[in-house]
């Protein structure tokens, strides 16, 4: 059913940790999955080969030696023998309830993403247990948060159907705005999926980015340079954006007042020809309200 893949940082500490932790829970699906590791950081091709499977060490990075996120998407949707494709963040673990997500889509183009759960994991996690997963439910409602729908860390899609990237550096802002906005430009449904899945964020620190702990990520220069290719604001979307809400039993439009505004605030960005429509009718509403 699904290829999932992931640009590991290196297996080090406690980043080691976690990523070990969410790598086994990938090993974890039913049905199982394929699962592809990306890049020649120290300790990737040894996870690979401890876990049984799949390393690409031959990924394109930029000067600084980070990955390209282009270069691992071509290789994997090239190779990958699954109809679905998966990119993860290292440190997501994915529990049971992703697969029988993405088995009730029906649609033959979509783009999944969702809020994740942030929470404390300092040490390995037993997969051995049976109630390995009950218990980290349990632990991310009582001690966890739900994160703010800005950022996404896994997109899931039909292979091929998104095309190529830009040249963005993985770990840093901006790209996954570009990948919703992408979906929206194609005319794919982009499917929030945080009511039908849990999908856990590994709380780590930073210390991997070339950056001092008191200088902001959007001014280190992999995140600006990732902010030039995705361009103006315009293109930054969110699960905002997303046109299907997917709960545990039904797949609803995404017709919140919070949608509903984004879409009409997107409308100009994704279909330009309606530019002076949407000038139009914002400018009477502001009259009408000037009245009021």
């Known amino acids: 059913m699904l290829t999932i893949f ?61 990955p390209l996120l282009n270069s691992a998407f071509e290789r994997v949707q090239r190779m ?19 697969t029988a997500a993405i088995s009730r889509l029906r649609a033959t183009r979509f783009l999944m993403v969702g809020q994740r759960w942030d929470m404390e994991v300092r040490a390995p996690i037993d997969f051995k247990s049976e109630d390995w997963e009950s218990r980290l439910r349990r632990q991310a409602h009582d001690c966890g948060a739900l994160h703010p729908p800005a950022g996404s860390d896994y997109f899931i899609y039909p292979n091929g159907l998104m095309g190529d990237l830009p ?21 794919v449904p982009v499917i929030d999926a945080t009511g039908a899945n849990m ?26 340079y990732n902010l030039k290719l995705l361009g103006d604001q315009e293109h930054v979307f969110t699960l905002f954006d997303a046109t299907h809400l997917l709960t545990r039993h039904l797949l609803v439009p995404a017709w919140t007042l919070m949608h509903f505004e984004r879409r009409w605030g997107a409308l100009p960005v994704l279909r330009p020809w309606t530019q002076p429509l949407v ?9 009408i309200a000037d009245n009021l």
């Open 6 to 66: 992931s640009i590991p940082k290196p297996f080090q500490g406690h980043i080691g940790t976690i990523q070990r932790n969410a790598l086994q829970s990938w090993l974890q699906l039913s049905p199982p999955c394929e699962v592809i590791l990306c890049g020649n950081d120290p300790g990737v091709a040894e996870a690979a080969s401890e876990y049984g499977v799949t390393h690409f060490p031959d990924i394109a990075c930029n000067e600084y030696g980070i």
């Open 279 to 287: 000038r139009f009718v914002n400018r009477m509403i502001r009259k």
């Open 167 to 187: 040249p963005f550096v993985v770990g840093r802002p901006g790209w996954d705005n570009w990948f919703i906005y992408r979906a929206r430009a194609l005319g």
């Open 199 to 224: 999908v856990i964020h590994q709380n780590h620190d930073y210390s991997h980015i070339r950056a001092s702990t008191n200088v902001p990520a959007q001014e280190n220069s992999d995140a600006c």
């Open 80 to 98: 990958a023998g699954q109809p679905f494709i998966a990119y993860v963040n290292a440190d997501i673990m994915f529990l049971s309830d992703l």
